[in-house]
């Protein structure tokens, strides 16, 4: 059973717009969450993480926030760039263990 | 660049052969994965090994083999290709098991087993 959820395979958005990525998961135990960005050809990329102490947390554009009672994170990036098309993958892990992925979400922003 | 390196990048096997696809990091990580990726699948985790000396399944660990062969390197091993395996193969490390900051990718192997 998939304990980490990306339900939309993916989406497509105008440029300078908001883009959003959803993630659910099913693990409470699970205490470390992260994005993953990844272009065609490459590796993923660690893009943003949060604590499950935290509700939100920024980096520039790219804000995550964990919902723990809906056990639900999202992703926002502000304002979507043509340079963000790639497929981001949702991540989690409880302690000493490896992360688990979501299926990912492919993001297409159109300029 | 430091970082996470693969080696082949691409490679096709016929049903039944064997290879082994290397994978060596330089961040001094002491965590490091093996995992694939199929359409529509995500990313799986085939094999880790937590720590130098230690190694353990995964998800989908079916039809692999690995071994770490000293805190830089870690190897997976098919030892008779079959086409289920046709995927991208990467390997990754980390400081520690799922702890900040995550994991350091390497650019993958595609493989095709014909």
């Known amino acids: 059973d998939q304990q980490v959820k990306q339900n939309s395979p993916s989406l497509s958005v105008q440029e300078g717009r908001i883009s959003i990525l959803n993630c659910d998961y099913t693990?409470?135990?699970?205490?470390?969450f992260l994005w993953y960005k990844k272009y065609p050809a490459e590796g993923p990329t660690f893009l943003i993480s949060?604590?499950?102490?935290?509700d939100k947390n920024e980096d520039g554009r790219f804000t995550v926030f964990l919902n723990k009672s809906a056990k639900h994170l999202s992703l926002h990036i502000v304002p979507s760039q043509p340079g963000d098309s790639a497929v981001y993958f949702c991540?989690?892990?409880?302690?000493?263990?490896?992360?688990?992925f979501g299926k990912g979400t492919r993001l297409s922003v159109i300029a | 660049n430091a970082g996470v390196t693969q080696t082949p990048k691409f490679q096709v096997l016929k049903t039944g052969q064997s290879m082994t696809l290397q994978c060596a990091q330089d961040?001094?990580?002491?965590?490091m994965y093996w995992y694939r990726q199929d359409p529509g699948m995500g990313l799986r985790l085939i094999y880790y090994?937590?720590?130098?000396?230690?190694?353990d399944k995964g998800e989908v660990p079916n039809g692999y083999n690995v071994s770490r062969l000293n805190k830089r390197e870690f190897s997976l091993r098919l030892e008779s290709a079959a086409p289920s395996q046709t995927s991208v193969y990467f390997c990754?490390?980390?400081?520690?098991?799922?702890?900040?900051?995550?994991?350091?990718f390497g650019s993958g192997t595609r493989l095709t087993v014909v």
């Open positions: 990754a490390s980390s400081e520690a098991l799922g702890r900040p900051p995550g994991y350091t």
């Open positions: 693990n409470s135990m699970f205490d470390y």
């Open positions: 949060i604590s499950s102490i935290k």
């Open positions: 991540a989690a892990s409880e302690r000493n263990t490896p992360l688990v």
């Open positions: 961040m001094n990580h002491n965590s």
């Open positions: 090994s937590a720590s130098e000396g230690t190694t």
